[in-house]
T-cell receptor, first 113, second 111 residues
Framework: EAQVTQNPRYLITVTGKKLTVTCSQN?????MSWYRQDPGLGLRQIYY???????DKGDVPEGYKVSRKEKRNFPLILESPSPNQTSLYFC????????????FGDGTRLSIL | GEDVEQSLFLSVREGDSSVINCTYT??????LYWYKQEPGAGLQLLTY?????DMKQDQRLTVLLNKKDKHLSLRIADTQTGDSAIYFC???????????FGTGTRLQVFP
């Protein structure tokens, strides 16, 4: 089954404790992206990757890192999480050709205390 | 600038039609999308339309695009309780895969 898998689905942690949210897709997609969803703001792009070893900032990259060492994986790293990063996070992927829709994971709800 | 706007709430009676509206500002958008988000779930692609089209119909869903006014709408015929969800419109930027999302419209269907 074609899917985008995120882990964990839920996480409660404390300020400053490094965490990683994993994202994996099994569709051989070139393009991957991370979004955060906040009430009243919709989804905002954090980082994206056009292909292996190619990453770039989205609209709200501060406080986040990503890597793309393999085509299927695109982890999101919070080196020193803060409460304002409490949010619902989505990973998405697409073939990378214009107009091909993005497929989304089920989301990761992060709470930073 | 980049801005996609939607009304926040819509309430309809079961069996009626729902119309969810969206306005965008970027005239270079090539594709416009509608996604559905059910509680606790990710975003499910409902339909999308290329910017040179005026209308697209897919079963109960009809998408209308007014490119001159930069207005996009999603009509759901015979709305059911299972249609209750948040609906996001999104535009893609030119030749990139970047999506700009609206704030989402929460559709509530009552019996």
């Amino acid at each position: 089954e074609a899917q985008v898998t995120q882990n964990p689905r839920y996480l409660i942690t404390v300020t400053g404790k490094k965490l990683t949210v994993t994202c994996s897709q099994n569709m051989n997609h070139e393009y991957m992206s991370w979004y955060r969803q906040d009430p009243g703001l919709g989804l905002r792009q954090i980082y994206y990757s056009m292909n292996v070893e190619v990453t770039d900032k989205g609209d709200v990259p501060e406080g986040y890192k990503v890597s793309r060492k393999e085509k299927r994986n695109f982890p999101l790293i919070l080196e020193s999480p803060s409460p304002n990063q409490t949010s619902l996070y989505f990973c998405a992927s697409s073939p990378g050709r214009t107009g091909q829709p993005q497929h989304f994971g089920d989301g990761t709800r992060l709470s930073i205390l | 600038g980049e801005d996609v706007e939607q009304s926040l709430f819509l309430s309809v009676r079961e069996g009626d039609s729902s119309v969810i509206n969206c306005t965008y500002t970027d005239s270079s958008s090539t594709y416009l999308y509608w996604y559905k988000q059910e509680p606790g779930a990710g975003l499910q692609l409902l339909t999308y339309i290329f910017s040179n089209m005026d209308m697209k119909q897919d079963q109960r869903l009809t998408v209308l695009l007014n490119k001159k006014d930069k207005h996009l709408s999603l009509r759901i015929a015979d709305t059911q309780t299972g249609d209750s969800a948040i609906y996001f419109c999104a535009e893609s930027k030119g030749n990139t895969d970047k999506l700009i999302f609206g704030t989402g419209t929460r559709l509530q269907v009552f019996p």
